[in-house]
């Protein structure tokens, strides 16, 4: 599946796919496919029907309309537009070279997005559509348009809705913050821009890996989480143009805000390891980090009597720096108990240089470490997998700064992904060097424009990037956003707290919280360091709850946030703090 090229969050296309191809793109998330190509085109192809098959056996949607090479008819085009608004999202689409698939999506849109971005977004996907500009721009010249150029893309003059606050991302820092701002303040009008329908409890992906949890306790409708009020934008977002107080979506429409939350997760990057995503889901390759492989996880640990299983962790920053090794201890715990952990070489091969960041944890997590006779490898960062025939290649960096590539053969191989910014942040106005949102630590205002904030996971703040986090970081963006509409200095502020539940055995937890600086911050008066029953009941049965019906509805129990004094500034007023150029 390395010819699979995204045009958009809702769709990708790719050349002809093979009945064994179904299954991996089912693992890849999507839910529904569109094949364009006849039946009989090409020698060697699969039928439809089988494509079909194979598709129902997955679990997916599967739509066929046909179309002759070089003849798209505007009933095709029709019948494509019509599957896009039916099927479940996202939706992956292909014929002999993609091209028709391409070709079909671009006119669907035609009526609403300029030419000019159809041509780029098929040409960064490797589809040349030049010929086709002709009827595009018919299609386009046909539909009133109030488009205009602008330095960050096409956008109306006005933009289509204006909010008082934008927020960009339903997820845990989205609907938390939307919840603690009406909390606060009810008459506010505000925005949730998010496409995906499902909302994932993602801290409890490790317990389902772990044999612990089902996975349908972790995941809840979109319109569940929403808080009630709020204006729910099912689309992506494009990019952003501070200087216009505007959200650009994909399909071209602007959104305006007063005030702009930034909080869409960060991206899991599959593509820069090598080969997995071919054989992601079977060979005896699996992450927790992907809903639909975590139960697979827990197949492969429990099938596995003798060999090696391999546990990576790529670079940081990454989602809970803690699950990579929480697999591990889960892993061991069982082939323990089961009484073939001595059969089993157990390797942790870390792209760091530190067992766990904070210090104070690494000697009772070295002690279980020990236990079960797991290999720790340091500095050693996963660069390719050959899932048939089973063999991981990895970077380790040598004391001496030198770089050796070492190929090891695994039964079983546990593999979290590198992460970043998404590519939409990444390439915007907004981020820093690194990619993130550029925020301030403590505000977690955006240090070039003062009415735009972030939380969660794509912030520059260096803290861990937990849930946790999160639940003590919505009521200070609440509170500061705020405060910035009525004209005021942000007064909230972040200790950098995050909190990760490590797993160590199934019974047992060490409830890591720390701050800035590897402080240590414990909820409650006791050693945080020393694996507990209670930690492990509070992650198995009271954090879920918590996290649904608590902290995503604004019931900020110990997380009340840090207010400073009041420090007036009579030269600062609402119109200058809700200046984008306005520089903290």
């Not at 046909?66 to 608004?85: C, I």
């Not at 030419?115 to 086709?132: I, S, T």
């Not at 019931?555 to 306005?582: F, K, N, V, Y």
């Amino acid at each position: 599946m390395e010819n699979l090229r995204r045009l958009t969050p809702f769709l990708s296309v790719a050349p002809q796919i093979s009945e064994a191809d179904v299954a991996t793109l089912a693992a890849r998330g999507y839910h529904s496919i569109i094949n364009n190509r006849p039946d009989n085109e090409g020698d060697g192809q699969p039928l439809g029907a089988a494509i079909a098959a194979a598709a129902k056996a997955s679990g997916m949607d599967y739509r066929h309309i046909p179309v002759v090479s070089g003849k798209v008819t505007e009933a095709d085009v029709a019948a494509f537009r019509a599957a896009m608004a039916e099927l479940k999202g996202p939706v992956f689409a292909y014929c002999r070279t993609g091209t028709r698939s391409t070709t079909l999506w671009a006119l669907s849109e035609a009526a609403r997005l300029d030419p000019a971005v159809l041509v780029g977004v098929a040409a960064d996907a490797g589809y040349d559509l030049n010929p086709l500009r002709p009827r595009l721009e018919a299609e386009w010249s046909a539909t009133p348009s109030q488009m205009t150029a602008s330095g960050t893309g096409t956008v109306p003059a006005k933009p289509a809705k204006n909010f008082d606050i934008v927020i960009v991302g339903g997820g845990a820092a989205g609907c938390s913050v939307a919840s603690s701002i009406l909390k606060r303040r009810p008459a506010l009008k505000l925005a949730i821009i998010e496409p995906k329908e499902i909302h994932y409890y993602q801290p409890g992906w490790t317990l389902v890996g772990g044999g612990v949890f089902d996975r349908r306790k972790t995941t809840r409708p979109m319109s569940d989480c929403i808080p009630a009020g709020v204006d729910w934008i099912k689309a992506a977002v494009a990019t952003f143009d501070p200087s216009r107080h505007a959200v650009l979506l994909e399909d071209g429409t602007p959104i305006g805000y007063s005030a702009l939350i930034v909080a869409p997760g960060l991206e899991l990057r599959w593509d820069l390891i090598d080969g997995l995503k071919d054989t992601l889901g079977k060979n005896g390759v699996t992450s927790n980090y992907m809903l639909d492989l975590a139960p697979y996880t827990w197949e492969l640990v429990q099938g596995l009597n003798g060999g090696t299983a391999l546990f990576t962790q790529p670079p940081m920053p990454i989602k809970c720096a803690g699950a990579p090794q929480k697999a591990m201890y889960l892993s061991a715990n069982h082939w323990e108990a089961k009484g073939c952990l001595k059969n089993i070489t157990v390797e942790f091969n870390n792209a760091g240089g530190v067992l766990f960041g904070v210090k104070d944890y690494v000697p009772p997590l070295m002690k279980y470490v020990e236990r079960y006779g797991a290999k720790l490898v340091f500095n050693s960062n996963l660069k390719s997998i050959d899932g048939p025939n089973k063999q991981a290649t990895f970077e380790i960096k040598k004391d001496d700064g030198s770089v050796e590539r070492v190929t090891k053969s695994f039964d079983m191989i546990h593999v979290v992904p590198p992460q970043t910014a998404p590519a939409f942040i990444r390439q915007s106005p907004l981020a820093d060097g690194a990619g993130w949102v550029d925020v301030d630590s403590e505000t977690l205002r955006h240090k070039s424009f003062g009415n735009i904030f972030a939380l969660g996971d794509v912030g520059s703040t260096p803290n861990a990037k937990t849930a946790a986090a999160v639940r003590k970081q919505a009521p200070i963006v609440a509170e500061n956003v705020i405060a910035i509409l009525d004209g005021k200095n942000p007064r909230a502020i972040y200790d950098g707290y995050g909190s990760c539940p490590l797993t160590v055995e199934r019974g047992k937890v060490i409830l890591a919280e720390f701050g800035y600086g590897g402080k240590l911050l414990p909820t409650f008066p006791w050693d945080s360091t020393k694996p507990r029953w209670s930690a492990w009941f509070a992650k198995v049965s009271v954090l879920p709850w918590l996290y649904f019906d608590a902290m995503l509805k604004a019931r900020e129990w110990l997380a009340s946030p840090t207010i400073l004094p009041h420090q007036p500034q009579p030269h600062e007023s609402a119109a200058a703090c809700a200046d984008p150029t306005q520089r903290k």
